[in-house]
C-alpha cells in the first residue's frame, strides 16, 4: 500500500528538466562517449559491471548542472566535458558502494549490481570509478577543481559513516538526518555545478552562488526521494515502495512521524525500524501514521524551502534559457513523482 504524493491540480504543466537536457545535449553526448571510453580495462568484469550501472538510465542530472553550469559562465573550453564525465563516476561508484552497505536488489528497475556480481566485485568496481574520476581531475589541472570534488568525495564518505552510526535509530534528529543528507547527495550536487565557474574563472561571488544552489537543489531532491519510498510508485521509482522501511532507514517522515506520535505509535517505530520486527501490515500502517502527522506533507514542504533557496542563488545571474532551465530544475525536483 501506498499513497501517490499530489500537487494542486490548477498547477501549470508539470515542470521537467527537458530544457535542461535541449540545451546540454551535445555535450552531454560527448561526455556519455568519454564515460564509456574510460570504463574500458583488460579486466572484463569491470567495463561489464560499470556499463551494467552507467547505461542503466538515470537522469544525469549531476553533469546536466555541470554543463549547464559551463553555458552559464560563458565557459569556452573543453574542460567541462571531463569534469561532468568525472562527477558521473563519482555518483556511480557511490551507487554501487551504497548497494551494497544497503543490502539494495535493486537500481533504476533493473537488478542492482551486487544482486548479479556480488558484493566484492561492486565494491571493487565503485573503486575503479573512483580512480577514473580522480585520472579526470588531474587531466583538467586545475588545483581549486581538484579540491573541490576530492573534497566533495571525502564528504560523501562522512555522510555514509554518518548514516551508518544512525542507522535504525528512531532518536536521530532532524539536524543529524539534514547533516547526512547534505553529506551523502547534496554535495556532489554542489560541486558539480561550483566547478563550471571555476573553470571558466568566474568571480567567486558566482562560484558560491552556483555552488549554493546545487547544495539547496540537492537537499530538496533528497527530502523528495524519502517521501516519495512511502508515496510513489514502484514503477515509476524503479525500487520497491517501502525499501527505506524494510531496511529501517530514518528518514524525515520517520523523524517527524516518531515526534509527533503517543506512546503507542512510537513502540510501533521502535519494533519495525529498530528491531527490524515487520510483518505485512506493518508497511500500510506506517503510511497511515505518517499521513496522520502530516509527515509527508511536512517533509514536501522543507522540499520547497530548501527549493527557494535555490532558485535564489541564480538571482545573480541575467535573464536567458539556461537560468530558466536551471529554474525549472528545482521545480521538477520538488513536484516529480520518480
Known amino acids: 500500500m501506498a499513497v501517490v504524493l499530489t500537487f494542486d491540480d490548477k498547477r501549470r504543466k508539470a515542470p521537467s528538466i527537458d530544457a535542461l537536457v535541449a540545451l546540454t545535449a551535445a555535450d552531454l553526448e560527448r561526455v556519455n562517449a568519454m564515460i564509456a571510453a574510460r570504463m574500458s580495462s583488460p579486466v572484463s568484469l569491470i567495463p561489464k559491471l560499470a556499463d551494467h550501472l552507467v547505461s542503466a538510465g538515470g537522469k544525469r ?153 546545487g547544495m539547496n537543489l540537492g537537499i530538496a531532491f533528497q527530502l523528495v526521494d524519502d517521501a516519495l519510498d512511502y508515496g510513489g510508485t514502484a514503477a515509476k521509482l524503479g525500487k520497491a515502495v517501502g525499501d527505506d522501511f524494510r531496511e529501517g532507514k530514518i528518514t524525515l517522515p520517520v523523524i517527524l512521524a516518531f515526534l509527533r506520535g503517543d506512546a503507542t505509535e512510537r513502540t510501533f517505530w521502535t519494533r519495525v525500524m529498530e528491531a527490524l520486527e515487520q510483518n505485512d501490515a506493518d508497511l500500510p500502517h506506517a503510511i497511515e501514521l505518517l499521513q496522520r502527522h502530516h509527515a509527508l506533507a511536512d517533509t514536501l514542504e522543507r522540499a520547497r524551502h530548501y527549493g527557494a533557496m535555490a532558485r535564489d542563488a541564480l538571482g545573480l545571474f541575467a535573464d536567458g534559457p539556461v537560468k530558466r532551465a536551471l529554474l525549472e530544475t528545482v521545480d521538477f525536483a520538488i513536484e516529480r513523482t520518480h
Open 61 to 213: 542530472l549531476r553533469p546536466l548542472l555541470t554543463i549547464a553550469a559551463a553555458q552559464l559562465c560563458g565557459y569556452q573550453g573543453e574542460h567541462h566535458v571531463k569534469l561532468a564525465a568525472c562527477v558521473e563516476f563519482i555518483h556511480s561508484a557511490t551507487l554501487l558502494h551504497d548497494d551494497v552497505v544497503d543490502g539494495s536488489d535493486l537500481r533504476r528497475g533493473r537488478p542492482a549490481a551486487n544482486a548479479i556480481w556480488g558484493n566484492k566485485a561492486s565494491v571493487l568496481v565503485g573503486d575503479f570509478l573512483f580512480t577514473r574520476a580522480f585520472e579526470l581531475m588531474v587531466e583538467v589541472g586545475s588545483l581549486e577543481v581538484l579540491g573541490i570534488l576530492s573534497n566533495a568525495s571525502s564528504v560523501i564518505a562522512e555522510g555514509e559513516v554518518l548514516q551508518l552510526s544512525t542507522a535504525n535509530n528512531t532518536t536521530t534528529s532532524e539536524n543529524t538526518y539534514l547533516e547526512v543528507i547534505k553529506a551523502k547527495t547534496a554535495k556532489l550536487f554542489s560541486a558539480a555545478a561550483e566547478v563550471s565557474p571555476v573553470i571558466a574563472e568566474r568571480p567567486t561571488a558566482e562560484r558560491a552562488a552556483l555552488a549554493s544552489y
